[in-house]
């Protein structure tokens, strides 16, 4: 008898260590709101954007269900926010549903957003690019026909026409890298939405699809994606062209998930790999999340072998501000929720339930804050319990929520705190009765 006893309180430790080292040190995947996949990563203006597809395939899915692409952002690396389904398949008039993978660029003051879909009358995947002046949008459709159709090339199977990636080299010619099975490219026009000259193909060791150009310190390098289940390599070449040399593998087959999609990119000098995986609960390859992981070059110039991780990336590349106002939507991390869109809100954030919580890292409360405020509606009555450090951390404050007209009447509620001074991570813990709470647009400390 005491030895059961004994093995069941060890089992209870372990439980407990484990919950505790997720809640404090996970990261990975960086998105828990949504099923996100494909992702590709842009660099503006001191931020660092995602622009990915949504899985919504149901739990017992056996295809993928993508209906919308989304962008996120950040500026810290740690802490992200949801800035909503900014394009959708149906925006194109030749394209009915599937999402595939796409990647926006930033050239000539306009972002160009270039995606994969399933076109209507083809009955295979095409290539279509969106304009905007903001690289949140809103986005326009820059023509009503297909940049890349399967009836251009020659190879004319069903998901040939996919995945395609933009590079622009510094003497302004664009590439354009697409394809599943087979590579290919095509130099781009100046507007960015035609092209000259031939569809190439390219022969390179072990490719699948989801290639990705850049140049490094005079080198060109194009990763990808091999035949599932993926893993990630890469080749490089002297030019946008090449010819290519098969250098290494980047990451091993990824967890739950049979396809792989990566991203490689610098931000505030440090490199970044974005990639996604199936480890959210009930996820799996056609409930995807996307992933982030930094390494650093080998002094030759090669990519290492990167290990994924759940902790991601460790240290901010700058801190955030509470005095402003800031999105519920912006997170390092949360259990429970989900978020929702609003055509003039904008995303908040739903399903709130007793326990669920929110975690915001490295906020930088200087000299102290005294008060803070957030914009809900509610259901029923309940309360955000300001925490640090953790969700039974050190409680500065409880902001008290009373049940109001309904989820969609916002109120201002407030509440003061116990002044918090200097860098630390924060938890607004959800508390109340049994099923929905209320929902959550914003807050702010004072």
Not at 380 to 406: W, Y
Not at 414 to 436: E, P, T
Request: aromatic content about 14%; proline content about 4%; some cysteine.
């Amino acid at each position: 008898m005491k030895s059961t006893m004994k093995y069941k309180r060890l089992i209870l430790w372990f439980t407990v260590l484990f919950v505790s080292f997720g809640e404090v040190y996970a990261q990975n995947p960086i998105i828990q709101t949504n099923y996100t996949a494909d992702a590709a990563s842009l660099v503006h203006n001191g931020r660092f954007y995602i622009y990915a597809g949504r899985d919504e395939a149901t739990i017992t899915g056996r295809w993928y269900h993508m209906r919308e692409w989304r962008i996120y952002s950040s500026d810290d690396m740690v802490n992200w926010t949801d800035h909503g389904p900014k394009l959708r398949p149906t925006d194109f008039s030749w394209a009915s549903g599937d999402a595939w993978a796409s990647q926006c660029i930033f050239h000539n003051g306009k972002f160009y957003w270039y995606i994969s879909a399933h076109h209507k009358e083809l009955k295979t995947k095409a290539i279509g690019v969106a304009v905007s002046d903001s690289p949140t949008g809103p986005f326009v459709v820059a023509s009503e026909k297909p940049l890349i159709t399967s009836a251009m090339s020659s190879s004319r199977g069903g998901f040939s026409e996919i995945d395609p990636t933009v590079f622009v080299d510094d003497d302004g010619q664009a590439y354009m890298y697409w394809g599943n099975g087979v590579c290919k490219y095509v130099k781009l026009n100046k507007d960015m939405i035609s092209f000259s000259g031939e569809i190439n193909e390219v022969k390179i060791p072990r490719y699948g699809e989801a290639p990705w150009l850049q140049k490094i310190n005079g080198s060109y390098y194009l990763s990808y994606s091999s035949n599932s289940p993926s893993t990630i390599e890469y080749v490089t070449g002297p030019t946008a062209t090449g010819p290519w040399e098969y250098k290494n593998r980047i990451l091993e087959i990824v967890e739950n998930c049979v396809t792989s999609h990566q991203a490689i990119t610098e931000f505030k000098g440090k490199w970044y790999l974005v990639y996604h995986n199936g480890i959210l609960p009930e996820g799996g390859s056609f409930r995807r999340s996307v992933c982030i992981d930094e390494f650093s070059f080998n002094p030759d110039g090669s990519i290492p072998m990167i290990k994924p991780t759940k902790e991601g990336v460790r240290q901010s590349v700058s801190k955030l501000n509470p005095y402003k106002r800031i999105e519920a939507e912006t997170m390092a991390w949360s259990e429970g929720v989900k978020a929702a869109d609003d055509k003039e809100l904008g995303v908040y954030i739903t399903e709130i339930n007793n326990n669920d919580y929110i975690k915001v890292r490295d906020v930088d409360f200087g000299k102290g804050a005294k008060n803070f405020t957030a914009s809900v509606s509610s259901v029923a009555n309940g309360s955000i319990e300001l925490r640090i450090g953790s969700v039974d951390g050190r409680l500065i404050g409880t902001c008290k929520i009373e049940k109001s007209a309904g989820l969609q009447t916002w109120n201002t509620v407030s509440c003061k705190v116990q002044k918090v001074k200097n860098i630390n991570d924060l938890y607004l813990v959800f508390k109340g009765g049994d099923g929905q709470l209320f929902n959550f647009d914003w807050w702010k400390f004072k």
